[in-house]
């Protein structure tokens, strides 16, 4: 049973307002593939489409080869992990996990073989017989995936199963849904709003706004080459940096009020509105001007590089510090005009006020157009 | 109990094949209809259809009992119930029962209503304080709700016989036994009494409720004003307690204008007729005479059924406002 | 009342006269609802002679009996004056004035005394026979199977019924939903007083007269019970039943392995309103059960105090019986029916 899926051209609306609009893409078996998109992109509707809690309005789905948009969702072979787990309150571990296979009229021994094999893997085992109230919030999410597990299904879906925990134990729930994907190897759908669980488990990221597509790829390469404005600002935190201006041709970029900035994006033509975009960690701080120099050598020294290299192609703008965020490995400096955030390796001591001077190497600016699509450039 | 269970088990997995092949054939959302199903054709057939045989047993005369049998008579049952030479002296109307127990009916709401919500908020007051085993109060007031009416009956007309409790209690201070239930002002005190007696419990816990879901804070602000009591009571308390006041006063309305078991059991409806209200001659007219008049029975239920209609009314506009 | 006692102060500390009054209050209040359910139980273990007693006493009393062999149980009394005065002798026969008496240690002795000269030497015992005789003189185990059967079924299949409706109503998306709700909440509207000619025609055309069903069907659909169970349904998370779904349960299988158990509060709220309104209920099962032998309790007690020569003993008996099943219920799970008729806001 081959757990690919793909999707054809598929919509969806509620009465006259369309949720999903033309989506297609594949997955092939045994992928960890994210829908991430902010809320009310569609995302959570085309999971339980694929799951089949929804009708397709129009296109199709298939699973394994076969199209499956009118297979009721017990039988295309799936199982999904709910966002608020939906354990059924009444019955303990075990009859939650097995409750799926006596609706199959699987005989006791095997239930209890799949029930045991699932509890061991996700450590339950002393918990069988306790009710899903007397769990914590990690040990439910267990559950709901022990559930879902014991199945056995051609792929497992996931919507929004994280966003219930508090934040460390989402970082360790992030690490053992990898490991679970590694052993299981089975396809895996899973829906989120948080880029950073799509960057952190994906093998491939299906950006999703306003019932489009749009983006499918790897994690790295949706970072890297962002195809719109949208992908760029959404991927990636603290988010990239957008400099409105004007093309003035040859991939020079005019910000009225800040300055020109050359970029390798030669082929934009002159005199229509066009949107740089650089990520912080992207941007160079200058040495030294007026104020406070900073104290850490260290980061003056990759400054300092980074200047030299990119001097000749000017790109330099001067700002006064708007706001420090010290994280102690980094730090990150809030400009006002230019608005942008600079990424600094280790601290900092300039403060508020003090004016600084940075460098936008071109190689590192993504150029847009008018439309917001990306405009053609190298990757760094 | 494990074979109980079983057998629970056993019996509720019975529709489990039928409704499975009704799944297969039906989208999921007519599946609604099939659990409703049920329910609904009970309410078809023992609250709509009688609506409907209630108005042609209206329309229609004679003592069959079956609709095909009974003669056409248009409103006559409505005009024979509802003329009367004199609108304030039931003995000069064609059917100077069903007067009697409409004027009757009309007495008894008034008192019976009104006493019992006033002695209802008092109790759900005093119950709202700082008491010492409200538990225990609470039960005890709602207690008499849960028995039976007939029972309820039958407990007081043990004490208000001839040579009862409470007659003995008169003697022992020298006065003379009096005949509770056969002087008709005492007959009708007894029929307020006796059923405020069974029914206030369940409006003080309704009433109680509401009150303990006004927060506390709202009360300590107003202590904070150094608001005096009453005032207390009149600005702050009522107001807030006024939707749960106004659902309690129409449903008491409307229970208090059904009346029967209570005092059916307990005078018989007499001494003559100074306690008989409109379900009782409904009931009379259609089951207890020796001629079983079943279109003035209808005629007469439908009337009442107007003013149920209305004061339910009044209830939904009273429940939305208050929601 | 006063004022101050009219408003709701809690958390003080000393007591002051309206702590005084408002408890006060609720103790009169306790003694006038308990009261006169004390004083039927009290009554209802008095003898036949017990109850005639004017004024009533507040214990059981009896004339007090001796048993004399072959003569069997004589009454006993106390001579009041003349030879025997002071002397406790039982009363063999009365003929005319002259009362013939034995004294219980030499029964061989006869003697006679006017009847006026003695009183009855009175004892407290509580008259069982009220109760034993429930059984060997009525029919009373039939009324009371008849009710009990009444309660218990019309009770599940309204469960059932009631809960599959808001089952459908609360989770199923379908065209006509609202209004069939609606007209559901509408029966509120038709009480069964009004209906009680048609349904008497309707029962008498389903042959349901005279039956146990003919009381239990036209119950077993309560707008009450929907309107509740329709509340608690709408509050379970519809990601349940799509995990069920998902799960491979049918519709029917999720109704009741997930949605039934989990709404078991509201069940048990409907299950003690429709207990009480089944053992309790009274004017339609008079209208449709006429023959004695299904009669209810409620019936049956209604029946026997109007007959002309009430046996009180037997029908205060009865009527114990008839409270003691609610009473039980109530003692048990008093904080439930308490609160949850305050939730619900019904009767």
Not at chain 1, 212 to 220: C, D, N, S
Not at chain 2, 184 to 200: D, E, G, L
Not at chain 2, 259 to 287: H, N, R, S, W
Request: aromatic residues 10%; hydrophobic residues 50%; charged residues 15%.
């Amino acid at each position: 049973m081959s757990g690919s899926l793909s999707l054809r051209r598929v919509r969806k609306s509620f009465g006259a307002v369309d949720v999903i609009r033309d989506v297609s893409f594949d997955i092939r078996d045994g992928g960890f593939t994210v829908f991430v998109g902010p809320s009310g992109c569609g995302k959570s509707t085309l999971l339980r489409m694929i799951c089949g809690l929804e009708t397709v309005s129009a296109g199709e789905i298939a699973i394994g080869g076969d199209v499956v948009n009118h297979v009721p969702a017990a039988r295309r072979g799936l199982a999904m992990v709910f966002q608020s787990y939906a354990l059924y309150p009444h019955m303990t571990v075990f009859q939650n996990m097995a409750f799926g296979l006596e609706n199959i009229a699987t005989p006791k021994p095997e239930i209890e073989r799949r029930v045991a094999e699932a509890a061991r893997m996700l450590k339950l085992d002393t918990y069988l017989q306790r009710k899903p109230t007397a769990l914590s919030g990690g040990q439910r999410q267990r559950v709901a995936i022990g559930r879902a597990i014991v199945r056995e299904p051609r792929i497992f879906l996931f919507d929004e199963p994280l966003s219930n925990l508090d934040a460390e134990l989402r970082v360790g729930m992030r690490a053992e849904l990898t490991d679970l994907h590694r052993r299981l190897g089975t396809t895996m759908v899973y829906v989120t709003h948080d880029q950073t669980e799509a960057m952190t488990m994906a093998d491939t990221i299906v950006v999703l706004r306003a019932g489009h597509v749009e983006q499918v790829g790897a994690p790295l390469e949706l970072y890297n080459n962002p195809c719109n404005l949208f992908v760029a600002g959404f991927i990636g935190s603290p988010r990239m940096n957008f400099l409105d201006g004007v093309s003035v041709g040859q991939g020079a970029v005019e910000v009225s009020g800040i300055g020109r900035f050359e970029t390798l994006a030669t082929e934009l033509p002159a005199g229509g509105r066009a949107t740089i975009g650089i990520r912080p960690e992207h941007i160079r701080l200058d040495d030294t001007i007026g104020g406070r120099v900073s104290d850490a050598g260290g980061n003056r020294v990759s400054d300092a590089g980074g200047n030299r290299v990119s001097d000749a192609g000017g790109n330099h703008v001067s700002g006064t510090v708007a706001g420090v965020e010290q994280l102690g490995g980094l730090s990150y400096l809030r400009l006002a005009s230019p608005d942008v955030t600079v990424q600094i390796a280790g601290q900092t001591g300039l403060g508020y006020g003090d004016a600084v001077s940075v460098h936008l190497p071109p190689a590192a600016i993504h150029v847009f157009d008018a439309d917001g699509l990306a405009v053609g450039r190298r990757s760094p | 109990m494990t074979p109980l269970t079983t057998l629970f088990g056993v019996v509720m997995n019975l529709p489990e094949r039928p409704m499975r092949w009704a799944q297969g054939r039906l989208r999921e959302g007519r599946l609604g209809w099939v659990f409703v199903a049920p329910n609904l054709a009970v309410f078809a057939l023992f609250s709509f259809l009688p609506v409907a045989i209630d108005i042609y047993y209206a329309l229609t005369g004679g003592t069959a009992l079956l609709p095909s049998e009974r003669p056409y008579v248009g409103a006559e049952n409505f005009s024979s119930l509802l003329v009367c030479d004199n609108y304030f002296d039931a003995d000069s109307c064609r059917r100077d029962v069903f007067w009697h127990g409409i004027w009757n009916t009309l007495r008894f709401v008034v008192f019976q209503v009104g006493l019992m919500l006033s002695l209802s908020l008092v109790t759900a007051l005093v119950l709202n304080r700082k008491i010492i085993g409200r538990g225990f109060f609470r039960a005890a007031f709602f207690y008499p709700v849960l028995l039976s009416p007939v029972v309820v009956a039958l407990i007081w007309k043990w004490i208000l016989q001839r040579e009862g409790v409470l007659n003995a209690g008169f003697a022992s201070v020298g006065a003379a036994p009096v005949n509770w239930l056969l002087d008709a002002n005492w007959a009708f005190f007894w029929s307020v009494f006796v059923s405020i007696w069974a029914h206030m419990g369940f409006y003080t816990l309704i009433l109680l409720a509401g009150l303990q879901a006004i927060p506390a804070e709202v009360h300590e602000a107003a202590s904070m004003d150094a608001t005096p009591p009453f005032r207390h009571f009149r600005k702050i308390t009522l107001p807030l307690l006024m939707p749960n006041l106004l659902v309690v006063l129409v449903l008491g309305l409307i229970r208090a204008v059904q009346m029967f078991d209570e005092v059916y059991v307990l005078t018989g409806g007499g001494p003559g007729t100074a306690t008989t209200f409109i379900v009782q001659y409904i009931y009379k007219t259609g089951f207890a005479d020796q001629v079983r008049q079943y279109g003035l029975a209808a005629a007469a239920s439908l009337l009442l059924a107007f003013v149920l209609l209305g004061l339910t009314l009044v209830q939904l506009k009273g429940m939305r406002r208050g929601a | 009342m006063a004022p101050s006692v009219l408003t709701a102060q809690r958390g003080r500390y000393a007591w002051d006269w309206t702590d005084w009054a408002a408890h006060l209050y609720l103790l009169a209040g306790v003694v006038l609802m308990f009261g006169p359910i004390a004083w039927l139980g009290l009554s209802s273990l008095k003898s036949e002679t017990g109850l005639n007693l004017f004024p009533p006493t507040f214990l059981p009393y009896e004339q007090a009996t001796v048993d004399a062999g072959e003569r069997g149980k004589l009454r006993l009394f106390k001579v009041t004056e003349g030879d025997h005065q002071g002397e406790t002798l039982a009363e063999l026969r009365r003929i005319g004035r002259q009362a013939q008496l034995i004294d219980p240690a030499h029964p061989e002795t006869i003697i006679r005394r006017p009847g006026a000269a003695r009183e009855p030497v009175m004892q407290v015992r509580a008259a069982v026979e009220n109760y034993s005789g429930l059984f060997s003189q009525f029919n009373f185990l039939r009324y009371f199977w008849n009710s009990g059967f009444i309660t218990v079924v019309a009770t599940l299949l309204t469960l059932l019924v009631n809960s599959m409706a808001a089952f459908g109503l609360s989770k199923y998306r379908f065209q006509g939903r609202e209004p069939v709700f609606l007209l559901m909440l509408a029966t509120l509207m038709i009480p069964p007083t009004i209906v009680l000619v048609p349904n008497y025609l309707i029962a008498t055309e389903l042959g349901l007269t005279n039956s146990l069903w003919g009381v239990i069907w036209p119950a077993v659909a309560t707008p009450t019970g929907v309107f509740l169970l329709r509340q608690y349904m709408l509050t379970l998370p519809d990601e349940l039943i799509e995990a069920a779904r998902m799960d491979n349960a049918s519709e029917w299988r999720i109704y009741w392995r997930i949605i039934l158990p989990l709404s078991a509060p509201a069940l048990a709220v409907l299950a003690i309103f429709s207990v009480m309104w089944r053992w309790n209920e009274f004017l339609w099962p008079m209208v449709v059960l006429s023959r004695s032998e299904v009669y209810t309790l409620p019936l049956a007690l209604n029946s026997f105090q109007g007959e002309l020569t009430t046996q009180w003993n037997y029908l205060l008996a009865m009527t114990v019986v008839t409270l003691v099943p609610i009473t039980v219920i109530f003692a048990i799970l008093q904080k439930h029916i308490t609160q949850g008729i305050a939730s619900a806001g019904v009767k």
